[in-house]
């Protein structure tokens, strides 16, 4: 199956777009100077009947420039997941991460993950964080990322990881679920985008060797992180 022009080129043209979504006026007071907020999610993440903060920002200049072969400039500038909690006293952070893919890598095809991801959501104490890796160039697979936190023990744990895929010309899926409560994995085979297919579902166990959190996870390189 061929694939139209068009599923290469629209990734590019959307990719400003998440910098001028909605982004609440108290996240913005929040943010680090010199930094921009890529997304931003209000609600109750800690069971106050208070609304807390969660965004993912981007510093504005970077230190040391990176080109690519033929000389242009990478927009490889760092990238933070932080969360605030509001309080009596004002707005507390109370986790960070470093590890958010960057726009752009040198010399790949894959597209900012954050320019085709769901937005950053909370709900019902939940949070969650989508990410994309679509490959302009040299890849059939879309992979999707999702991640759910939940704060617990005094910290916002990894209690979910959803991995979807699929395959741009036969169009074979590929969706597991990992349940970092209980150490299960869900996985459904035989899924196929572009047809009606019979699916199986198969659970098996995986293991970690510590507990993930917010502040551990490496978001860029997670697989290292645990026995998939």
């Known amino acids: ?18 910098l001028h979504a909605q ?63 509001k309080t009596a006293q004002g707005y507390q952070r109370v986790a960070e991460n470093n590890s958010i893919p960057v726009a752009e890598q040198a010399n790949s095809c894959l597209l900012d993950p954050l320019a085709e991801a ?31 936190f939940r704060w617990q023990n005094k910290r916002f744990e990894l209690i979910g990881f959803d991995y979807s895929s699929f395959h741009r010309a036969s169009g074979e899926e590929t969706s597991k679920s990992y349940n970092f409560l209980t150490h299960k994995r869900k996985e459904i085979l035989g899924g196929n985008t572009f047809e009606e297919s019979k699916t199986q579902i198969k659970w098996t166990s995986f293991k970690t060797p510590q507990t993930l959190t917010l502040n551990n996870i490496n978001f860029d390189d997670f697989y290292t992180q645990f026995e998939y």
Not at 2 to 16: A, E, Q, R, S
Not at 119 to 136: C, D, N, P, Q, R
Request: net charge positive.
């Open 118 to 148: 769901d937005k950053l959501k909370i709900s019902k104490g939940i949070l969650k964080v989508h990410f994309s890796y679509f490959m302009a160039c040299g890849g059939w697979e879309w992979p999707r990322h999702s991640y759910t």
């Open 23 to 85: 982004i609440p006026a108290q996240a913005r007071l929040l943010a680090p100077k010199g930094w921009d907020i890529l997304m931003a999610a209000t609600g109750d993440l800690n069971k106050d009947q208070l609304q807390d903060i969660a965004m993912i920002v981007e510093k504005q200049k970077v230190d040391i420039v990176t080109k690519d072969e033929g000389g242009e400039v990478i927009h490889d500038n760092p990238r933070k997941f932080l969360v605030f909690f």
């Open 1 to 18: 199956m061929k694939i139209p022009k068009l599923i290469y080129t629209f990734p590019l043209l959307v990719l400003p777009c998440y």
